[in-house]
């Protein structure tokens, strides 16, 4: 029993583990530079990944319009629901 709980209860004076290897990615210092070219280089990507999200409620209207008043109310209520969790 003991040799099977080492695992989830590490002992404490052993070395740390090893830290993940790199991605290869470079990281960027956010604190130097411009503010304005920081908050655009962030905010290109949420609105592209916004425009496909909006994308996707907008055809999910067009088939489900025809089934009625009550689909479209559904569909809509949801894309709502979905971009104010997005935000």
Aim: glycine share 10%; proline share 9%; aromatic share 8%.
């Amino acid at each position: 029993v003991a040799a099977s709980t080492a695992a989830f209860f590490p002992n404490p004076s052993s070395p740390p583990l090893p830290a993940p290897h790199s991605t290869g990615h470079r990281m960027r210092d956010l604190t130097q530079g411009s503010i304005p070219k920081h908050l655009i280089s962030l905010a290109v990507p949420i609105g592209i990944g916004m425009l496909f999200q909006m994308l996707y409620v907008l055809i999910d209207l067009y088939f489900v319009s025809r089934l009625g008043d009550a689909a479209i109310a559904g569909v809509g209520a949801a894309g709502n629901l979905q971009f104010l969790v997005m935000a």
